[in-house]
């Protein structure tokens, strides 16, 4: 089992900056590929971006391309993404999640580990 706990969400003003981070315990984490998922209301889950286990290969949806970063450190067992000039639509609930898929990306449905969510609200 992998225990991921959310934090730093919060209101921010459009063009302004939010940092997230995933806290994780239980098994190895480094055993694991992580990913940033959000899910506003009315819309599906979506992944946002993604990591490799050692953090050596990224993954960014188009939308957020260029604004945000996935990065983690083993060491402290922390997933953290930073979000940069952030836009309206940004706004969602962001789940950080946990795959033991070997293939990077992972397929969604290989993430079987997953946090309770922290709510990000971006106002214009």
């Known amino acids: 089992q992998v225990q991921l706990v959310e934090s730093g969400g919060g209101l921010v003003q459009a063009g302004g900056s939010l940092r997230l981070s995933c806290a994780a315990s239980g098994r190895t984490f480094r055993n694991y590929a992580t990913g940033w998922f959000r899910q506003a209301p009315g819309n599906e889950r979506e992944l946002v971006a993604a990591?490799?286990?050692?953090?050596?290969?990224?993954y960014y949806a188009d939308p957020v391309k260029g604004r945000f970063t996935i990065s983690r450190d083993n060491a402290e067992n922390t997933v953290y993404l930073q979000m940069s000039s952030l836009k309206p639509e940004d706004t969602a609930v962001y789940y950080c999640?946990?795959?033991?898929?070997?293939?990077?990306?992972?397929?969604?449905?290989?993430?079987?580990?997953w946090g309770q969510g922290t709510q990000v609200t971006v106002s214009s």
């Open positions: 990591t490799s286990r050692y953090g050596g290969s990224r």
């Open positions: 999640a946990a795959s033991g898929d070997y293939a990077f990306p992972p397929s969604i449905g290989t993430y079987n580990y």
